[in-house]
């Protein structure tokens, strides 16, 4: 009877344990398979104390005297920042903002350990192109927001039905809404990486891809990884320039002789760029943390983001002299605001850090079909010569009357008609089975 005994609970325990592994096996394959899930997001109500707190803040600004020039040499000037202080502590709604982002289809999904958040929006026409559109600094996923309609429902907007895309905008790793990565690693190349799980997590057998500042520098990435899924890509941030060129620019030599008209403009132009345009950048790619300030003071963080480039500032600083062309002050403080309530100015800064020495404006060797799009007011316009050499399938190169480095942001319209024409030989035949949802 005991020997008995003892091996019915043997069989008992035995049967116990199994039990237990395949629960835990099937709740491990249950994670494992939510990680990866599409899950709704919704766009959280700021609470009220949030806001008010913000205009305390901006109401209690210490300010420094004016600057002792006549222009911006010295950096954002103080006439320019109380006035955008006056405004955003007084009259800005942010509520119109956040209504805005939650109108629309909101997703999240985890790659590689880290929370990815991204606008989603299916056009209705059921061969529309997919493309992923990725922002850039200082920037979130409120530079995209008026390209999204005109993108998806292109009849609506001058466009044909054939034009149509479905649209993807993730929030940058560390920007918005998406996961302020714990650990070091997350550069472009594993943005790029992670776009292309992401496009292909949606079902999506044939894609495109487009990005300005950030975005085109991710997206030259995926060109570089070309998956086969990816039919093509659009930059209007061109990585374009030959390697010794860049190195020219950066040590602040003379322009190289045999340099054509056009070569000359942009090389000396880039060559701006590295000596008085991007102070920001040295500081984030070098010292990050260090920029408690613009984490503790909302003015702090304008200033830093309104001096992105010499000509982005003019555009940016003219709305709040009453100058409304392309940006309105709300345009400027939306982004703004985004990054102060997710606490994002220094998740953000580290993507310099990532990259540093890795160069923006170098050609990376896209051996993919390339759109690209010269804004007159970008950092510098990129002549179709080195165009054609940094992408040997150019498939589509504009130079544009107007518009600068936000250009989405700026210039719905003209960028939208960019994306039309640039990505419309890749419609249609080579591209079969688009959507597959």
């Known amino acids: 009877m005991k020997t008995s005994f003892a091996f019915g609970s043997v069989i008992f325990l035995v049967a116990a344990i199994t039990s237990v592994v395949a629960v835990q096996t099937s709740a491990a394959a249950t994670a494992a398979q939510d990680s990866t899930a599409i899950r709704p997001f919704t766009v959280p109500i700021v609470p009220q104390a949030a806001l008010d707190d ?21 950096g954002v000037q103080l006439a320019t920042m109380q006035k955008l202080a006056s405004y955003w502590g007084k009259d800005y709604d942010w509520r119109k903002c956040e209504a805005k982002l939650k109108a629309l289809p909101n997703f999240i999904t985890t790659i ?21 559109i990725t922002h850039g600094w200082p920037g979130s996923i409120v530079e995209q927001l008026k390209i999204i309609d005109p993108l998806t429902n292109p009849t609506a907007h001058g466009g044909k039905a054939d034009e149509a895309f479905d649209v993807v905008i993730p929030s940058i ?41 950030w975005g085109a520098v991710i997206t030259d990435q995926m060109g570089l990884l070309a998956p086969p899924e990816l039919l ?8 374009i320039f030959p390697a010794d060129i ?17 070569e000359k403009v942009a090389y000396e132009r880039l060559q701006f760029v590295y000596q008085k345009g991007i102070a920001y950048g040295f500081q984030m790619g070098l010292r990050p943390q260090t ?16 001096d992105h480039d010499a000509r982005s500032y003019e555009l940016i ?51 993919i079909p390339v759109a690209v799009s010269v804004f007159p007011n970008e ?27 936000f250009a989405a942001w700026e210039q719905p319209e003209l960028l939208v008609g960019e994306l039309r024409a640039g990505f419309k030989s890749l419609r249609g035949d080579k591209a079969t089975a688009l959507n597959q949802k």
């Open 379 to 405: 950092l510098y316009p990129a002549p179709r010569s080195w165009a054609e050499r940094a992408y040997p399938k150019l498939i589509h190169y504009n130079k544009l009357d107007k518009g600068g480095h």
């Open 54 to 74: 913000l205009r305390r803040r901006i109401a209690a600004t210490r300010w420094p005297e004016k600057e002792t020039v006549a222009d911006q040499s010295q």
């Open 317 to 367: 600083s003219r709305v709040f002299q009453g100058q409304t062309e392309g940006l309105t002050r709300d345009d400027i403080l939306d982004n703004i605001t985004i990054t102060w309530l997710t606490n994002t100015a220094l998740s953000g800064a580290r993507l310099y850090w990532e990259y540093w020495g890795k160069g923006y404006f170098n050609a990376k060797g896209v051996s």
């Open 232 to 239: 093509g890509i659009h930059v209007n941030m061109p990585g």
């Open 246 to 262: 860049d190195k020219a620019a950066f040590s602040g030599a003379p322009a190289p002789s045999g340099l054509s008209a056009d």
């Open 173 to 213: 790793p560390g920007y918005g809404f998406s996961g302020k990565p714990t650990t070091t690693g997350w550069d472009p190349q594993h943005i790029a990486r992670a776009w292309i799980v992401l496009m292909k997590r949606l079902g999506y057998t044939k894609f495109v891809a487009q990005g300005g500042d």
């Open 112 to 132: 590689d350990g880290l929370d990815i958040h991204f606008i989603h929006v299916r056009s209705k026409n059921p061969s529309a192109l997919p493309m992923i």
């Open 291 to 306: 920029l408690y300030g613009i984490a503790d003071s909302p003015v702090g963080l304008a200033a830093y983001f309104l």
